[in-house]
């Protein structure tokens, strides 16, 4: 599904910003989206 695709990929650009900035995956915001 193309709109499951996007999402992955924005989430997976989360999770960057989070590494980044040292902080753990937002886990309460994932399961939010899914």
């Known amino acids: 599904f193309h709109l499951y695709d996007q999402c992955r990929e924005f989430l ?12 753990k995956c937002p886990t309460k915001v994932t399961n939010q989206v899914f």
């Open 12 to 23: 997976l650009q989360v999770q960057n910003l989070a590494r980044e900035r040292g902080h």
